[in-house]
């Protein structure tokens, strides 16, 4: 599209030629973007619904574990049982974002990191080799960074399922409150 309106610009070509080829590339260039935006809309759609149908399958499988559990297994986890439920719910949340969100992210990424390159090597490789140079320096730096997530994502978790034990048993204890309470209402009628 530039060349055409330089080729213009400089007196190379007449004004019905580079209108035809200005709206020619117009064309081709909108054919492009919507068929960018159907092929993103397809790959969104499956990768939701793929995260969903992960989600289905963890879920379904550990509630057939926790089924096979025997009672007492139960009564032997130290957090309890509710805080095991969202720490359950909470992972089962971060598989189904782990499997849409993050892997259509690195996949969609990947391809266009793919066609980038051959696209850059097709221009220029001297530049590409130079952006290739940098590649080291940026894992070094990414890998820095998540270092210092995952113990802060670590220590998350465990304030989450102490908080959730928390909650848990200041829910039982008003309810525990409320049944004592209808009880000497109860006893004196």
């Known amino acids: 599209m530039f060349q055409v309106v330089s080729d213009y610009g400089a007196g190379l070509s007449i004004t019905p030629d580079t209108i035809l080829q200005t709206s020619r590339l117009g064309i081709t ?9 159907v092929g993103n809309t397809i ?6 619904v793929f995260g ?10 550990i509630f ?10 139960y009564d032997k ?6 805080s095991l439920l969202v720490r359950i719910e909470t992972q089962i949340r971060e598989l189904q974002t782990a499997t849409s969100q993050v892997l259509g992210f690195l996949f969609t990424g990947a391809v266009t990191s793919i066609a980038s390159f051959a696209l850059a090597l097709g221009f220029s490789w001297k530049l590409t080799l130079v952006l290739i140079a940098t590649v080291p320096s940026k894992v070094i730096s990414l890998a820095l960074i998540n270092q210092r997530l995952q113990s802060a994502i ?3 978790n465990l304030h989450l399922a102490d908080a959730s034990k928390q909650v848990h048993a200041c829910v039982a204890a008003i309810d ?3 049944v004592f309470n209808g009880c000497s209402q109860e006893i004196r009628a």
Do not use: N
């Open 29 to 37: 260039i909108c054919c492009l973007a919507l068929g960018v935006f």
């Open 43 to 48: 790959l969104l759609k499956s990768r939701v």
């Open 52 to 61: 969903e149908l992960q989600a289905k399958d963890a879920r379904e499988r």
């Open 64 to 73: 057939g574990k926790l089924l096979a559990r025997d009672m007492s297994w």
């Open 77 to 82: 986890q130290a957090d309890g049982i509710p």
């Open 154 to 156: 670590a220590q998350k």
């Open 176 to 178: 525990l409150v409320k």
